[in-house]
């Protein structure tokens, strides 16, 4: 029989005035117990309208109704069938508005906890199997892979699966793309995605890490010197946005890319054992509302910060981070200055930030977004305390590519032009993720990532 409870059962997670002090794993993830009766929630609908949220196509109904009887390795594999990143998923996946927005147990309650049940059997598979990977048997056909994010290590462990030699080219020393640079520990373990990649590796996939291309090698070299049959490009979207404020250039002012990389990639957290000092002043305000705004004003706290700051022009409704991200970040102590906007950074006779001025708003018609257009309020200017700005309003994809590219196919914000399957202008070129969207989420960049796969396949066969 179902479990006809309306909630969730709760993830159990760090006390807030803890976990703000440490960059161990906010949440602990579900007991077997735990999972079990979360599971038994399920009511293994008919027309299973959650895999129709789920850009990868998981069997969603069908992994719970394992995870139901206690089968998690029989769970793990079903979910592995159309997903090679389950442990990323079940932890930095928007849930909320994908599998679980389309949950029926979600119209007069909760719904089933799709992503916890994911991450808790990836975890268990990690923690108790010991994969035996078995190298397909090559196909004589070779495919570059531009990026080791989410995107890239879609296609190249579907590619590998097919018999493809699949070399993965990564700018940074680190493989793993945005899952390593921008995402914190307390959010995503690096460990986890390097098991992932490790998985890759096993499979032959090979991952030249300092490789930049358009730097290094172009995307044209890779076809004429290097002799690949097709190139998939998933070089994410790493070069910052700025406001174009006065101050923006003055000392203690960070992207939120630069920000984030040193923290993450470069190990900022354990300073001084690793030599990466990442400069965090008493007082911090993060320009933004998204996600990864989210992410540098809580690492900023950990960081040692007494005051952090979320200033952002629209309201709370219009916050476009996740509501499990805001909710976190309110717990540890992140206080959100709503319907202000920077219009100048304030800096002391050394080029430090001392100050900002900002300025309050108010919410109008509706704009091209579909939300309610801020209007500033004139003579309501006010000067912030504050010694740190990490500005978080979003990125576009590195020019590098587009410049040195022949025949390749931009738009005006300059991300690659690609069709639904990821074909581009350019033959036997295919792109996915931010490079063509614009900075969006882990799953959907997956989901391109699937999609190239499949045609790249059936356009080389």
Not at 171 to 181: D, I
Not at 312 to 337: C, N, T
Request: proline content about 5%; hydrophobic content about 35%.
């Amino acid at each position: 029989m179902p479990n006809m409870r309306m909630d969730k059962n709760p993830m159990p997670e760090q006390c807030p005035n803890v976990r703000n002090k440490n960059f161990l794993e906010v949440t602990t993830g579900y007991t077997e117990e735990m999972a079990i009766d979360e599971a038994k929630r399920c009511l293994n609908c008919k027309h299973k309208p959650c895999m129709q949220g789920c850009p990868v196509s998981v069997k969603i109904p069908e992994f719970i109704a394992f995870v139901a009887e206690g089968k998690f390795e029989e769970a793990y594999q079903k979910i592995k069938e159309t997903n090679a990143l389950p442990a990323v998923c079940g932890r930095v996946c928007p849930q909320e508005k994908q599998c679980e927005s389309k949950c029926v147990r979600g119209i007069k309650g909760e719904p089933v906890g799709i992503g916890r049940l994911e991450r808790f059997v990836a975890d268990y598979h990690m923690k108790n199997v010991k994969d035996e990977i078995t190298v397909p048997e090559q196909n004589g056909k070779k495919v570059a892979v531009v990026g080791s994010g989410p995107s890239g290590l879609t296609v190249a462990g579907d590619l590998a699966k097919k018999g493809y030699k699949v070399t993965v080219y990564e700018a940074f020393h680190t493989a793993g793309g945005v899952l390593m640079y921008g995402i914190p520990e307390f959010r995503l373990p690096k460990d986890i995605v390097q098991n992932e990649i490790a998985n890759l590796k096993s499979m032959g996939v090979d991952i030249q890490t300092n490789v930049v291309i358009g730097k290094t090698l172009t995307v044209d070299e890779l076809f004429e010197d290097m002799g690949y049959d097709a190139v998939y490009i998933g070089s994410g979207a790493g070069l910052p946005r700025f406001m174009g404020i006065k101050g923006e250039e003055l000392n203690g002012v960070y992207s939120a890319n630069e920000f984030l990389t040193r923290i993450n990639l470069m190990k900022g957290y354990k300073f001084p054992e690793y030599d990466t000092p990442v400069y965090v002043g008493k007082n911090v305000a993060v320009l933004g509302g998204g996600n990864v705004a989210m992410d540098a004003a809580r690492s900023a706290k950990r960081l040692g910060a007494e005051n952090v700051y979320i200033v952002y022009r629209r309201g709370k409704e219009e916050l476009p981070a996740r509501a499990e991200e805001v909710f976190h970040a309110e717990e540890e102590g992140i206080e959100f200055k709503l319907l202000q906007n920077p219009t100048k950074i304030l800096g002391d006779e050394n080029g430090w930030v001392k100050g900002m001025e900002v300025i309050k708003m108010e919410l109008g018609e509706p704009d091209e977004s579909g939300r309610r257009r801020p209007i500033a309020v004139e003579g309501s200017e006010e000067v912030l305390d504050i010694d740190t700005v990490v500005v978080a309003i979003g990125q576009t994809p590195n020019p590098l590519i587009r410049q040195t590219t022949k025949g390749l196919d931009t738009n005006k914000r300059g991300c690659i032009v690609a069709d639904e399957v990821g074909k581009t202008s350019k033959a036997h070129v295919y792109a996915g993720g931010d490079v063509v969207t614009g900075a969006a989420t882990v799953i959907l960049a997956m989901g391109a990532g699937k999609a190239a796969a499949e045609a790249i396949d059936k356009e080389l066969n």
